[in-house]
């Protein structure tokens, strides 16, 4: 029977997608669930998959295709055998044909059969091969499989010899130059962030904060909460979250955004952290953080963190958001001028920490110090708000007790 198989529904936000890659091609086997198609979008890559055993029976989008929402992309044949139609003169294949066409719906190696998908994903990711555990139809390894495996760090591949030949022979003296399309996710982050450079009036505003009350916090209790929650980490990012969602109420023009010449304020707290990914920068939003836990935070932005890497970030995930924080610090970053993730009028940027020496109560002391940026859109926030915004989060910082006790 034959199916239509067509593009996402995508939101009212996501004008269209691109076919990125075709996993399957026309009369190659199918299982119900296995990927036939990625499509990404301005947000994010969406994954198409088979709704029945069978075989694609024709592409009607090719790679690199524009889609719309819900448009027909290919014809799936439910059912079918999953091998490529022989010309009538050679519809009689001989009996050794027949385990040969079996055998290029898997792979083996040495004792391991794998589908194609499944040697693709564990070869991206450098596992060794023998050390998978294979939980399909005889023993055979799938991409979940794989997955798992990534998840949890086994199967890593020992270390290629230093003195392994390299992928490419560059001449001395050769300038290389290779050309290729910059991504649609790229387009629009870039679009976007020069948008807000072009439209807002923006502003940034310093300040540093000593950062051994929450370290001192977090060494004292770390293993308990770890223990108490389930295996969940007390991070750094959960004090800056709860930390932003207390200054926010105490300042409503910074939870706030412009809607052509209307302010629209908010009366709940999302806010987004930034996240790096392979494909780029995303932006999940954590929902109500005024309401969550520190355990809820860690958990939230460790799920969009691996959900991120992994590439199942749904659109829903990035949409909406009233406050944006993002942490150079983990790349090394001492000091850095974050731009607005429009229509937001604020955002928050967290450094790398660093020792320093700071006068205490007229001593000098060496302090586990951090910079603090917030840009913010001049349009909206007067600069008295601004720094006094960023000097309620770093008092809330440097007295943790204060985000409990809301004062």
Same mark, same amino acid.
């Given at each position: 029977m034959a199916t239509e198989i067509k593009a996402p529904v995508f939101p009212e936000s996501v004008a269209d997608g691109t076919i990125v890659n075709w996993a399957k091609q026309p009369g190659e086997a199918v299982a119900r669930d296995e990927l036939l198609v990625e499509i990404e979008t301005d947000k994010v890559v969406l994954e198409v998959v088979a709704p029945a055993d069978g075989a694609l029976k024709e592409i009607i989008k090719d790679v690199d295709s524009t889609v719309l929402s819900d @448009?027909? =992309? $290919?014809?799936?044949?439910?059912?079918? $055998?999953?091998?490529t139609a022989a010309p009538a003169a050679e519809a009689a294949p001989s009996a050794a044909a027949a385990p040969a066409a079996a055998e290029e719906e898997t792979v083996q190696v040495g004792d391991k059969i794998l589908?194609?998908? $499944?040697?693709? +994903?564990a070869d991206e990711n450098n596992l060794d091969i023998a050390k998978l555990n294979g939980t399909g139809k005889g023993g055979r390894v799938t991409k979940e499989d794989v997955l798992k495996a990534v998840q949890s760090g086994a199967a890593k591949a020992a270390p290629a010899a230093a003195a392994a030949a390299p992928a490419v022979n560059v001449v001395a003296g050769e300038r290389v130059e290779k050309r290729v399309p910059m991504s649609r996710m790229r387009q629009t982050i870039a679009k976007r962030l020069v948008d807000a450079q072009q439209t807002a009036a923006m502003l940034t505003t310093y300040n540093e904060v000593d950062m051994k009350p929450v370290m001192e916090l977090r060494k004292k209790y770390k293993d308990m909460f770890e223990k108490k929650h389930n295996g969940t980490r007390l991070g750094f990012m959960s004090f800056f979250v709860k930390a932003a969602s207390e200054a926010l109420k105490r300042f409503p023009d910074v939870n706030a955004s412009i809607d052509g010449t209307d302010i629209v304020y908010h009366g709940y707290y999302d806010i987004g952290v930034a996240v790096s990914t392979d494909r780029g920068l995303v932006v999940p939003i954590l929902r109500d953080t005024d309401t969550m836990s520190l355990a809820d935070v860690e958990s939230g932005i460790g799920e969009f963190a691996? #959900?991120?890497?992994?590439?199942? *970030?749904? =659109?829903?995930?990035?949409? /909406? /958001?009233?406050?944006?924080?993002?942490? /150079?610090? !983990?790349?090394?970053? *001492? +000091?850095?001028?974050?731009?607005?993730? $429009?229509?937001?009028?604020? %955002? +928050?940027?967290?450094?790398? %920490?660093? @020792? #320093?020496? !700071?006068? %205490?109560? /007229?001593? !000098?002391? %060496?302090r586990p110090m951090m910079y603090l940026a917030l840009s913010y859109d001049h349009r909206m926030i007067d600069g008295k708000d601004a720094v006094q915004f960023l000097v309620t989060i770093k008092e809330l910082l440097e007295d943790p007790a204060r985000i409990l006790l809301e004062i």
């Amino acid at each position: 029977m034959a199916t239509e198989i067509k593009a996402p529904v995508f939101p009212e936000s996501v004008a269209d997608g691109t076919i990125v890659n075709w996993a399957k091609q026309p009369g190659e086997a199918v299982a119900r669930d296995e990927l036939l198609v990625e499509i990404e979008t301005d947000k994010v890559v969406l994954e198409v998959v088979a709704p029945a055993d069978g075989a694609l029976k024709e592409i009607i989008k090719d790679v690199d295709s524009t889609v719309l929402s819900d @448009e027909l =992309i $290919a014809i799936f044949e439910e059912g079918a $055998a999953g091998t490529t139609a022989a010309p009538a003169a050679e519809a009689a294949p001989s009996a050794a044909a027949a385990p040969a066409a079996a055998e290029e719906e898997t792979v083996q190696v040495g004792d391991k059969i794998l589908s194609p998908a $499944a040697r693709k +994903l564990a070869d991206e990711n450098n596992l060794d091969i023998a050390k998978l555990n294979g939980t399909g139809k005889g023993g055979r390894v799938t991409k979940e499989d794989v997955l798992k495996a990534v998840q949890s760090g086994a199967a890593k591949a020992a270390p290629a010899a230093a003195a392994a030949a390299p992928a490419v022979n560059v001449v001395a003296g050769e300038r290389v130059e290779k050309r290729v399309p910059m991504s649609r996710m790229r387009q629009t982050i870039a679009k976007r962030l020069v948008d807000a450079q072009q439209t807002a009036a923006m502003l940034t505003t310093y300040n540093e904060v000593d950062m051994k009350p929450v370290m001192e916090l977090r060494k004292k209790y770390k293993d308990m909460f770890e223990k108490k929650h389930n295996g969940t980490r007390l991070g750094f990012m959960s004090f800056f979250v709860k930390a932003a969602s207390e200054a926010l109420k105490r300042f409503p023009d910074v939870n706030a955004s412009i809607d052509g010449t209307d302010i629209v304020y908010h009366g709940y707290y999302d806010i987004g952290v930034a996240v790096s990914t392979d494909r780029g920068l995303v932006v999940p939003i954590l929902r109500d953080t005024d309401t969550m836990s520190l355990a809820d935070v860690e958990s939230g932005i460790g799920e969009f963190a691996k #959900r991120g890497r992994e590439g199942k *970030l749904g =659109i829903a995930d990035m949409t /909406g /958001g009233t406050f944006t924080i993002t942490n /150079g610090g !983990v790349f090394g970053s *001492l +000091l850095s001028t974050p731009i607005l993730n $429009a229509p937001q009028t604020a %955002i +928050l940027g967290m450094h790398k %920490i660093q @020792e #320093r020496p !700071v006068a %205490i109560n /007229g001593q !000098v002391e %060496i302090r586990p110090m951090m910079y603090l940026a917030l840009s913010y859109d001049h349009r909206m926030i007067d600069g008295k708000d601004a720094v006094q915004f960023l000097v309620t989060i770093k008092e809330l910082l440097e007295d943790p007790a204060r985000i409990l006790l809301e004062i």
